[in-house]
């Protein structure tokens, strides 16, 4: 759900980081967070049907995510889809950081409400670790969204602003990789 406010909706992530205890007991506040969602995704879809666009955006924390789930083999009982997607977003956030993209409190406060829900934000959060940076790339090149060996990223210029980032050099996520699994 916090993924809508980070994608392009600001005002929808502070009242995640408002509203998360209401969200996860049930109730009325789950039912707008459910609501919001769906209604901020058939947005998106709606722009773009065919997935040539904005629809991407959706993929917001995937292309870590994703590569984090490949190294683990999908085995479930190590890493989840949303705990990968969540160690994604943490480090979309903190790439964009990085890339001199975004300013680095709105990469702090994507982790630190992650990280209160009681989400991974961290590539040392993978049960049995997740090899090293090069694993990483490897396994991001192999996802579909790949064209001609170019890596595609959603990225961020702040919470609610973030962009789709085609040609990302593997050099460059390398180089972000190696240096999350130092600290």
């Known amino acids: 759900m916090v993924k809508y406010g980070l994608i392009d909706d600001e005002a929808f992530f502070h009242w995640c980081e408002a509203n998360w205890r209401g969200v996860f007991a049930g109730g009325p506040a789950r039912d707008h967070a459910v609501a919001h969602s769906c209604r901020a995704k058939a947005a998106v879809v709606v722009r773009d049907e065919r997935e040539e666009g904005d629809r991407a955006l959706l993929n917001l924390g995937h292309t870590f995510g994703h590569a984090l789930e490949r190294i683990v083999g999908y085995d479930g009982t190590r890493l989840i889809h949303g705990e990968a997607v969540a160690i994604g977003l943490a480090l979309a956030f903190r790439f964009s ?87």
């Open 97 to 183: 950081v990085r890339l001199g993209l975004c300013p680095g409190q709105d990469a702090e406060r994507v982790a630190r409400h992650l990280a209160t829900v009681g989400l991974p934000t961290r590539l040392d959060d993978v049960p049995g670790g997740c090899g090293t940076a090069e694993t990483l790339v490897e396994a991001m090149a192999q996802d579909k969204k790949v064209k001609a060996g170019a890596l595609t990223f959603i990225l961020a210029r702040g919470i609610g602003r973030s962009f789709i980032a085609p040609g990302v050099e593997a050099d460059a996520v390398r180089a972000f990789l190696a240096q999350e699994l130092r600290d």
